[in-house]
T-cell receptor, first 114, second 114 residues
Framework: KNQVEQSPQSLIILEGKNCTLQ??????????LRWYKQDTGRGPVSLTI?????NTKSNGRYTATLDADTKQSSLHITASQLSDSASYIC?????????????FGRGTQLTVWP | EADIYQTPRYLVIGTGKKITLECSQT?????MYWYQQDPGMELHLIHY???????EKGDLSSESTVSRIRTEHFPLTLESARPSHTSQYLC?????????????FGNGTRLTVT
């Protein structure tokens, strides 16, 4: 069964600190992996998209890594800000159909304290 | 920044009522989706559309229906609301046929059925 598992389920850090969120997946065949940020009461917003051949991709203070061999990805947040408080969702797409089916993780709830 | 709009944002309605959740996008995307999201859980696909006059059921069994008469409009209808329909409903659209095209989400409709 194709799955996407994220850890930790929740995380609290102090403003200015760094953190790393994890995503493990079993989706096969693999097409791409996406990280989304979802603020409370809002829809998810895309942060990064990585294909099989990409190991690292950055978007400002967000850096995603991908190891397609071990089927693991991480999202590193540098110098956290209060506005980083949100749920971070890992989404993996397969190549099984023209639609590119998406598999969603349950998200990591990040809280940044002042 | 969202170019995809959902109305209403919040809806409280009694059991047995018929409701329509509206979703519109101004990006000209062919593909549109409806997801259901419960707290702490992954998004579940309930309907999707490749384009005008094309609609398909998703993974999650749903008593809702959708229509796609215009590219920009993808409403979801519940003929008879039940308390089990209480959830957050997210509409999304994705542009081209590339697997790497990100989904753009609306801010959701939070539905409560009493």
């Amino acid at each position: 069964k194709n799955q996407v598992e994220q850890s930790p389920q929740s995380l609290i850090i102090l403003e200015g600190k760094n953190c790393t969120l994890q995503c493990n997946y079993t989706v096969s065949p693999f097409s791409n992996l996406r990280w989304y940020k979802q603020d409370t009461g809002r829809g998810p917003v895309s942060l990064t998209i990585m294909t099989f051949s990409e190991n690292t991709k950055s978007n400002g203070r967000y850096t995603a890594t991908l190891d397609a061999d071990t089927k693991q990805s991480s999202l590193h947040i540098t110098a956290s800000q209060l506005s980083d408080s949100a749920s971070y969702i890992c989404v993996v797409s397969d190549r099984g159909s023209t639609l590119g089916r998406l598999y969603f993780g349950r998200g990591t709830q990040l809280t940044v304290w002042p | 920044e969202a170019d995809i709009y959902q109305t209403p944002r919040y809806l409280v309605i009694g059991t047995g009522k018929k409701i329509t959740l509206e979703c519109s996008q101004t990006m000209g995307h062919d593909k549109m989706y409806w997801y259901q999201q419960d707290p702490g859980m992954e998004l579940h696909l309930i309907h999707y559309s490749y384009g005008v006059n094309s609609t398909e059921k998703g993974d999650l069994s749903s008593e809702s229906t959708v229509s796609r008469i215009r590219t920009e409009h993808f409403p979801l209808t519940l003929e008879s609301a039940r308390p089990s329909h209480t959830s957050q409903y997210l509409c999304a659209s994705g542009g081209d046929s590339s697997y790497n095209s990100p989904l753009h989400f609306g801010n959701g409709t939070r539905l409560t059925v009493t």
